[in-house]
């Protein structure tokens, strides 16, 4: 099977830059058409930058990244610099990217690109607030039937939220252009913190990137030792949600995961409960389905998944 034409979306953060490397790892399951950067876990100059720092960390240097929006659709940006450093990806000191940025705005490059490769063939990884893909199909809306599938790290349900009581990060910077999105009718799977909080990143699954010998495996190392600290203390969990890659690591193996096609609603009016992904696991409503919702996954093969592609780089 030919591998799958995808555009990540995304904020680094760490976890991100985790996502974009075991894409570039994985030539034979994902062609990674580019990247587009978002505001989110740091601002858009940070994100952007990152994601190329990511890329020059491979060696990929001819990977296509682009700056998108730089605030949500309709509210002011909340960041994370409490988990993810100043930078978004603090750990080891890393030099500024030589690679270009890309010329073009994030949004038309996803436009394009959608209008140019054949229907049903593209599909987009929102790993950060979904602010570029709203823009996108709400000034293009020709483009949204020819999305083969969106396949994001956002939003809980029986694990509620990490930003507020009640929300998912990624969902809650931009609720607006999350309802966009989950009602868009475009084929959804959903990676939600009740997935993530089951990829924990345990000593011996950071041991195993540490002891590949590479500067990939030693950044990541590294990066994980940051926001473990502030995961660990906040959940007293023996590791920290290695989030956006699950993601990716869907892409290559579907079977490491578990959900159901339900109904997954976004909620914008109430302050107590912005963001929040108000999800009908239980069937409870007549509400017509428009998400698969992960809620299980195979934590010990997605590290070793992980372990095995980023040992590539
Ligand atoms: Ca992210």
Redesign the pocket.
């Known amino acids: 099977m030919a591998p799958r034409k995808i555009i990540i979306d ?4 760490q ?2 830059a985790v ?1 974009i490397l075991l894409a570039l790892a994985s030539p034979e399951d994902v062609d990674l058409l580019g990247i587009t950067a978002v505001a ?2 740091v601002p858009l100059p940070l994100t952007q930058k990152n994601a190329r720092i990511v890329c020059e960390l491979a060696g990929r240097t001819d990977t296509k990244v682009f700056a998108g929006c730089d605030a949500p659709l309709a509210r002011k940006l909340v960041t994370a610099e409490h988990v993810h450093g100043k930078t978004g990806l603090d750990g080891p000191q890393m030099d500024d990217p030589t690679m270009p940025l890309q010329d073009e705005h994030g949004v038309d490059f996803i436009i394009e690109t959608l209008r140019r490769e054949p229907a049903g063939t593209v599909t987009i990884c929102p ?2 607030p979904l602010t570029n893909i709203a823009t996108a199909f709400q000034r293009a809306p020709d483009i949204v039937a020819r999305v083969q599938e969106i396949v994001l ?1 956002g939003g809980a349900y029986f694990e509620v939220g990490n930003i507020t009581p009640s929300a998912e ?2 969902i809650y910077v931009d609720p607006e252009a999350a309802k966009v999105v989950f009602g868009a009718g475009v084929p959804l799977t959903m990676m939600p913190l009740d997935v993530t909080h089951q990829a924990l990143t345990t000593r011996p699954r950071v041991d195993a990137f540490r002891s590949m010998g590479t500067k990939v495996g030693d950044m990541v190392a590294a990066w994980t030792d940051f926001f473990e600290r502030f995961d660990m203390e906040k959940y007293g969990s023996e590791g920290a949600p290695l ?2 890659p699950c993601t990716i690591a869907y892409l290559i193996n579907p079977d490491l995961f578990q959900g159901r096609h339900i109904n997954v609603e976004v909620e914008t009016g109430s302050d107590l409960t912005l963001g929040m992904t108000v999800a009908d696991w239980w069937r409870v409503t007549n509400r017509p389905a428009n998400a698969v919702f992960m809620k299980d996954i195979n934590a010990e093969g997605f590290y070793t998944l992980l372990a095995k592609r980023l040992a590539r780089l």
Do not use: L, R, V
């Open positions: 995304t904020d680094p953060g976890d991100d996502a989110g876990n790993i950060g790290m990060f990624n989030h956006d």
